[in-house]
């Protein structure tokens, strides 16, 4: 099986942790290489439980193979700082992808990785959104160089979370987190409201 996260982590150099850092205003490079770690994490095993979910898994799929190419990882650095914006816009729409991934519990996942990175909650909550495109962009390359279909793309995708549980600094943090019962509440209007005063 391939690992998703060694993937993740061969795009996360120190010049585009540089960027982020800048970005989200953070001052420790360690603190927001630590918590991109444990994001891709978090995403890659919701969009492994979307994918394996009747329901959801070929919305997942079709907005992959639509929006999410891989494309974004040829100049990355560029596409960070806004040099380089892709003609389809839903390819870095990260505020979509993480509500669509996460729904109400992206405040308790903010949360989750400020306790593993020291980052501030709407810093990681941020993090976050600038981040979900390129870990769509992993996955969506690597299922258009494979030609994966859904069962292909939902076995790499668990295949990459059973490799990756072991060597997270999260451990299975995550995974409790979206076991989770959504409970409707309003708090993610709030860490929303509060990473937009951020940018």
Do not use: C, W
Request: proline share 2%.
């Amino acid at each position: 099986m391939a690992n998703l996260m060694n993937e993740f982590q061969r795009y996360l150099t120190d010049d585009v942790v540089v960027q982020l850092t800048r970005q989200i205003g953070a001052k420790d490079p360690n603190q927001v290489k630590k918590a991109s770690y444990g994001i891709a994490e978090l995403l890659l095993n919701a969009m492994s439980n979307s994918a394996t979910n009747q329901q959801t898994g070929s919305g997942l799929f079709d907005a992959i193979k639509r929006d999410h190419d891989g494309g974004i990882l040829g100049n990355l650095l560029g596409t960070l700082r806004g040099q380089n914006q892709p003609s389809n816009n839903k390819t870095t729409d990260g505020e979509g992808i993480v509500n669509h991934l996460l729904g109400n519990k992206q405040l308790e996942a903010a949360q989750a990785i400020g306790q593993i990175s020291g980052l501030h909650i709407f810093k990681a909550g941020n993090l976050m959104q600038i981040l979900a495109p390129i870990v769509m962009g992993v996955v969506g390359q690597k299922q258009k160089s494979n030609g994966l279909d859904l069962g292909g793309l939902a076995n790499i995708l668990l295949g990459g979370n059973n490799q990756q549980s072991s060597q997270s600094p999260a451990g299975g943090l995550f995974g409790k987190l979206l076991d989770m019962d959504g409970d409707g509440n309003m708090m993610d209007d709030l860490l929303n409201i509060g990473m937009k005063m951020l940018k």
